[in-house]
């Protein structure tokens, strides 16, 4: 999980530590097996595994081609089951011969499904289908050296489809593919399916035969690693933050340290007026409580690999806070500094995505520091 590498869409690039502080599962029991009889198909000619390099750098994609029939060409995983709870459904997909791919989830082909067609040159969604009540789905891509991972998000499913389309449009029959002869040579690559709970995708679990669940994961710098200071502190962090819009108060927490009564906690949270606002709280039980909440707006649109840079400010008469170079508003209300000196600081303490850099300092850097610091 050190030295994580992202894409940027020309070239990857070391974001630092890995962070996922949820506990995921992957459902899909055969994830990259499609040659396993747990992936159904139809009019499909071949699936060949390690046909081309996956984006893990190894030879072990996919290659699904369709047959020369005319019609719809696809696998797809029955779950057997559907549920009222919010799933991601994600595979990645690029081109062997076919320039489009269609991803699908549904209950039913031809009259209960939601559809993505995306072209494999650009990760454009060329096509999106809803069929009777998919209306609560939605649909990331991202780009993933040459390939595009494709996530489907919205209440669970029992069908999770992917497949071959020879263009850019979609069809309104069966989970949105579009009737065509394969030439029996071309196709695409297909590589880690994941089916799981949450609103994004976490990062590919990969499973053989049965699920396999990542544990949560924490990261913690211990008390006697940090320059603890009872007059004034200072913090910055940055990184990329892969979140929803849930309407809540913790929808992230950067940062936390805490013991009993005392506590300094950095966090992002979302309503349905005002999305990605942030807050730089301290509560010191000994200086009567009080706390600074610092935010003019919102900085942050929910997505995968969202920027962030943060940098912070503490002390007995204040608390300030800063989000890629621009500055808050101070509070100086405050009454004392929160006595953490034996409290381990715990890092992506409600995160999913990469930590960059982690800095802090036994001094106040003021507000010119930590603009400078959060750019």
């Not at 290659?63 to 459904?89: A, E, I, Q, R």
């Not at 927490?253 to 005392?262: A, C, K, W």
Request: hydrophobic letters at 30%; one cysteine or more.
């Amino acid at each position: 999980r050190v030295g994580h590498h992202v894409y940027n869409g020309s070239a990857w690039v070391n974001e630092g530590v890995h962070h996922e502080s949820e506990a995921r599962t992957n459902l899909a029991t055969h994830s990259n097996g499609f040659t396993d009889s747990s992936w159904n198909r139809t009019q499909i000619s071949t699936i060949t595994a390690n046909a081309g390099l996956s984006p893990d750098g190894t030879l072990n994609a996919n290659k699904v081609v369709p047959d020369t029939n005319l019609g719809v060409h696809y696998t797809y995983k029955d779950l057997g089951l559907t549920s009222t709870n919010v799933y991601s459904f994600s595979v990645y997909v690029a081109s062997a011969g076919y320039g489009f791919a269609t991803v699908s989830v549904g209950t039913n082909g031809s009259t209960d499904y939601y559809a993505v067609v995306v072209d494999l040159s650009n990760g454009t969604k060329t096509a999106t289908y809803s069929a009777v009540g998919q209306a609560d789905k939605s649909c990331t891509v991202e780009a993933v050296g040459s390939f595009y991972r494709v996530t489907i998000s919205g209440q669970g499913e029992r069908y999770y489809v992917v497949g071959v389309s020879n263009t850019g449009t979609y069809s309104s029959g069966v989970y949105g593919f579009n009737n065509f002869n394969g030439d029996g040579t071309s196709g695409i690559l297909v590589y880690g399916a994941q089916i799981e709970a949450g609103e994004l995708a976490s990062s590919y679990i990969p499973t053989s035969g049965s699920t396999v669940t990542r544990a949560a994961e924490t990261l913690t710098v211990p008390a006697a690693n940090l320059p603890y200071s009872s007059t004034n502190v200072s913090t910055q962090m940055n990184g990329k933050i892969t979140y929803a819009d849930n309407n809540s108060f913790n929808e992230a927490v950067f940062l936390m340290q805490f013991v009993t009564g005392n506590y300094l906690k950095y966090g992002l949270y979302t309503n349905s007026s005002n999305t990605g606002k942030l807050y730089f709280t301290q509560y010191a039980q000994q200086g009567g409580g009080s706390k600074g909440i610092n935010t003019s707006g919102s900085y942050f649109t929910p997505g995968i690999n969202v920027p962030f840079n943060l940098s912070a400010r503490h002390g007995s008469t204040f608390v300030n806070g800063a989000e890629g170079g621009s500055v808050m508003s101070a509070n100086t209300s405050m009454t004392a500094l929160p006595n953490l000196s034996s409290a381990d600081l715990l890092l992506g303490h409600t995160f999913m995505g990469t930590i960059g850099k982690f800095r802090m300092w036994d001094e106040d850097i003021g507000d010119t520091g930590i603009a400078i610091a959060s750019s």
